[in-house]
């Protein structure tokens, strides 16, 4: 019986610390990911940039792997029956942000935007709006099994950070449509600020789920 009980509390041990490494790539692709549009800007579709894409790829088909370790964790061991259906549409939810860097990264790659210079302030602060907002989601959606203090406090610097990555947006969008590029240039890159965009609009859905999860387990 001790041995089977030690045996449960390894594989809990085993889950939550991936379930930590779920959050840790969430960290590690939005880092990769202003780097990535640095050197994009820099360099256009470069070896580093390949390089680059290729690291958040890389984390992405990791985030894939725990994601399904997790899920198979709660079911086979039996572990957290209480909370299984909430961690598991948390894991679900955080891949989805991962999935976002991934393809957002890639699609640059492929259609090599050209970004003139008089926006690239602005879609260079919108990236880090919205891959700060994911970095406070990752803080946020880690606390729901130590700290519910920390939940709150870090979900609304996502709610914060999605509204500032909002307005950069729009006001973004609307000097695209202003200027006198071709048309066609106007709809890809409209079509590119929206994709980054809606990084952080998946940031703010997970920490909806997360405090939905923490006021359950508070009452």
């Not at 994709?195 to 703010?204: L, S």
Request: proline residues 2%; contains cysteine; hydrophobic residues 40%.
């Amino acid at each position: 019986m001790f041995n089977i009980k030690l045996s449960m509390f390894s594989a809990t041990r085993d889950l939550e610390q991936k379930i930590d490494e779920m959050h840790d790539k969430v960290i590690e692709c939005s880092m990769y990911f202003k780097e990535a549009f640095d050197t994009f800007i820099k360099e256009k579709r470069s070896q580093n940039y390949r390089r680059i894409s290729k690291k958040i790829k890389n984390i992405e088909s990791q985030a894939d792997d725990l994601r399904r370790d997790i899920e198979s964790g709660l079911y086979i061991h039996n572990l957290i029956p209480d909370l299984r259906a909430d961690v598991l549409q948390m894991v679900e939810n955080i891949d989805k942000v991962i999935n976002e860097f991934d393809e957002v990264a890639h699609k640059f790659y492929i259609e090599q935007p050209d970004i003139p210079e008089k926006f690239q302030p602005k879609f260079k602060n919108l990236v880090k709006q919205v891959s700060e907002c994911a970095e406070n989601m990752a803080i946020a959606s880690r606390a729901f099994f130590r700290d519910f203090a920390t939940v709150r406090d870090y979900s609304k610097k996502v709610y914060f950070l999605e509204h500032e990555s909002d307005k950069t947006w729009a006001s973004l969008k609307q000097d695209v449509f202003d200027s006198d590029m071709e048309l066609a240039h106007k709809i890809q890159l409209n079509t590119l600020v929206g994709d980054v965009a809606d990084i952080a609009d998946r940031a703010e859905d997970c920490i909806d789920a997360v405090l939905i999860f923490t006021i359950k387990r508070d009452i």
